[in-house]
């Protein structure tokens, strides 16, 4: 039997076209196999960088018995979730509410009319730990498939009723107020850790997007608890095993609460979000970690997530050889004491060990440990633990490297484009606004055709063939905004325009103001993809809002304006009660109570010193959600340079808030204060 995946763009579908399992990729030449054959269809959906979904590959899908009877009893569907989220949204809700838990890999069954009618994550190939191996379970599903056809079809009928039923109540479209914004921050404060930092109990995930909300309240109302939570959060993750001490960056999360043990993997979305809060927090505080840790996190993603067309790959495995054949967790990251001796001799072997807490039992597997920065009374000498810090980071360059999955996803771009052109202005680093530029060209050139409709990945500059979702509308625009805001390029002002008008199309409904994470002439799915939380990334409801938002404070459009705060309302209705898991929903109404205030700067020229002083200093500023606009007087690069002179022939700042704007001043201190108050 052939293997259909061979052509596909997914570096996650790639890794199964050698399979002896027939597989297909989602599309409905593979349902119309299943009616025409009268199977069921196995829907396996993972992606490149999840540890199981390796795991299951080798064991099952690798098998030739196994593939035998997949290929004789199922038509197989393989789905990279990165590339279809809306795919596997629809499914993972089925999953949860059938069994409570969900993750990947995604197991499903499903009619050969996409009907769902039995679930489940990853099947050992053997029974264990109270789960049936996975032939086991096929022979059940192929059993009631063949003897009991009309249970299982009375089964899909009721999920897919189940799930159409579970239509979202929102609470409505008024946008949340001051006192949701102060019972949200008071939920956060009962769930955080402070002995820790973070929220929650094991496994920790970096809390990015709550940060952010926390930074942006502490601005709005001088909360101190506030800060104070952002802050230590951010030290605690910054100095644990969660962040890689040598090459910069942040695994995925933390298997403990103590940040010390990650999930070694590294996302994209996790450092292009880390690295934007890193570099507000500095911009919130002075902090010298803060800014070492921003500054790293941008390095890495340049370095290690580039690709030859400057777009940003998805992710580095977690796994990766051990130097003896085996592919291992971790391998790449961890060290044993043998080792720091083998690196760099006995007496600074010593050092690196107390600096970087190795120990002899380790913190890991097998005796290593993962490097962290323990909080100690001990002062090291800088230059001494630069060299260790540098040698280190050698040796380990000699280690195989964890694959890399090259495919470029839209959304996350956009997060690496605002974290990167803000991070680059912040610290007079034009190198990291480059290559936000170049990114930012790419998904012009790549992702976007002529009506603006963006695809959702591309692979070595060849776009792939699925449609891009809100998250990537929203995120998509967030960037371009803030590219905007740092580079004074008003194009960039007019892509997230264009995108922007496509959300109030084709994703709005208009009656409630909800929005859909699938366009409205999207391929459809058994229910039409809603979900509002904000997870490991900002849901596209989250990012379209905050898009939407600053696009209306930079153009004056009210349908924008008017659509973000209906959107808002379901932050007023989660924020009190679920204040983890809607972050940056959260920041988005912080914006929105601030104003957003909006900045024009004018000057004879982008070049002008006196110009740049304060152009910085409106980036500097951390009023919640500010938009800035900088050019030369009287240019129509943005609509908000719109009548404003310069001052006395001097380069000014104008400030505007709620329709309301102050005096223009030629002063940058008297700007930072009103950005600041």
């Known amino acids: 039997m052939p293997n259909r995946l061979a052509h596909e763009t997914s570096p996650y579908l790639l890794q199964h076209a050698d399979n002896p399992v027939d597989w297909w990729p989602w599309s409905e030449e593979a349902f119309e196999e299943a009616r025409r054959s009268d199977r069921p269809v196995l829907l396996s959906v993972g992606y490149s960088s999840c540890h199981w979904c390796h795991v299951m590959a080798h064991e099952s899908f690798e098998d030739e018995a196994t593939a035998d009877f997949l290929n004789a009893h199922f038509v197989n569907v393989k789905v990279d979730r990165e590339e279809r ?20 890999p995604m197991t499903v069954f499903l009619t050969p009319e996409a009907e769902p009618f039995y679930f489940g994550t990853y099947f050992p190939p053997a029974p264990r730990h109270g789960m049936p191996s996975f032939r086991q379970v096929l022979e059940g599903v192929r059993s009631a498939w063949t003897d009991r056809r009309d249970e299982v079809a009375e089964v899909a009928g009721k999920i897919v009723r189940d799930l159409a039923g579970r239509e979202i109540s929102y609470g409505g479209t008024e946008a949340p107020g001051e ?12 769930e955080y850790d402070p002995q820790r930092g ?15 909300f926390l930074l942006r309240h502490h601005a709005r109302t001088g909360a101190e608890g506030a ?5 230590d959060t951010g030290e605690r993750m910054a100095r644990g095993g969660i962040y890689d001490q040598l090459g910069g960056g942040f695994a995925r999360y933390s298997v403990d609460r103590d940040w010390v043990v990650p999930h070694f993997e590294k996302m994209l979305y996790d450092n292009a979000l880390l690295c934007r809060v890193y570099a507000h927090l500095w911009r919130a505080t002075g902090s010298d970690l803060a800014r070492r840790v921003a500054l790293e996190t941008a390095d890495f993603m340049v370095r290690e997530l580039r690709t030859e067309q400057d777009g940003f790959a998805s992710a580095l495995d977690a796994d990766s050889d051990d130097g003896t054949g085996r592919h291992v967790e971790g391998a790449y990251y961890v060290w044993t004491p043998g080792q720091l001796r083998e690196a760099l001799g006995d007496d600074d072997a010593e050092l690196a060990a107390r600096y970087f807490g190795v120990t002899e039992e380790g913190t890991f597997e097998e005796g290593a440990s993962v490097l962290q920065l323990p909080q100690r009374d001990e002062v090291f000498e800088a230059g001494r633990i630069a060299s260790v810090r540098q040698r280190l980071l050698e040796r380990r360059a000699s280690r195989p490297a964890p694959g890399r999955d090259d495919k470029v996803v839209a959304a996350w771009n956009g997060l690496a484009i605002a974290a990167l052109a803000e991070t680059g202005a912040y610290f007079d680093r034009p190198d990291l606004v480059e290559a936000a530029v170049g990114a930012a060209d790419l998904l012009v050139r790549v992702h976007l055709d002529e009506q603006a409709r963006l695809t959702r990945t591309s692979k070595d500059g060849r776009a792939g063939a699925n449609a891009g979702v809100l998250e990537d509308y ?17 194009v960039w002002l007019d892509f997230a325009g ?15 103001g909800a929005l859909y994470d699938t366009a409205a002439d999207a391929e459809r799915l058994i229910r039409r993809p809603q979900d509002p939380t904000d997870n490991a ?4 409801w989250s990012a379209a809002a905050g898009a939407l938002l600053g696009y209306a404070a930079h153009t004056g459009s009210e349908p924008h304006r008017r659509a973000a705060e209906r959107a808002l309302g379901v932050v007023k209705a989660l924020g009190p009660r679920v204040p983890r898991f809607i972050g940056w929903g959260l920041a988005v109404a912080e914006a929105l109570l601030d104003g957003p205030r909006e900045v024009a700067v004018v000057g004879p020229s982008l070049s002008d010193e006196a110009t740049k002083t304060l152009h910085r200093t409106a980036l500097l500023g951390t009023a919640p959600g500010a938009v800035v606009a900088v050019g030369a007087a009287e240019s129509d690069e943005f609509p908000l340079l719109a009548d404003r002179p310069l001052q006395q022939g001097e380069p000014a700042a104008y400030v505007c808030r709620n329709f309301t704007c102050d005096a223009p001043t030629t002063d940058p201190e008297r700007l930072r204060e009103a950005l600041s108050s």
């Open 85 to 104: 989220p809306d795919v596997d949204a629809v499914y993972m809700e089925a999953v949860q509410a059938a069994t409570g838990r969900g993750g990947w």
């Open 179 to 190: 006192q949701e914004l102060a019972q949200a921050l008071l939920g956060l404060t009962r």
């Open 198 to 212: 973070g929220f929650g109990g094991a496994p920790k995930f970096p809390p990015s997007m709550v940060i952010e």
């Open 227 to 231: 800060l104070q939570m952002a802050q």
């Open 474 to 490: 929203g995120d998509v625009a967030e960037g371009f905004l803030a590219l905007a805001s740092v580079t004074g390029e008003g």
């Open 498 to 512: 264009f995108l922007l008008d496509h959300v109030l199309a084709r994703f709005v409904d208009e009656e409630s």
């Open 537 to 540: 990334v900002p849901s596209g």
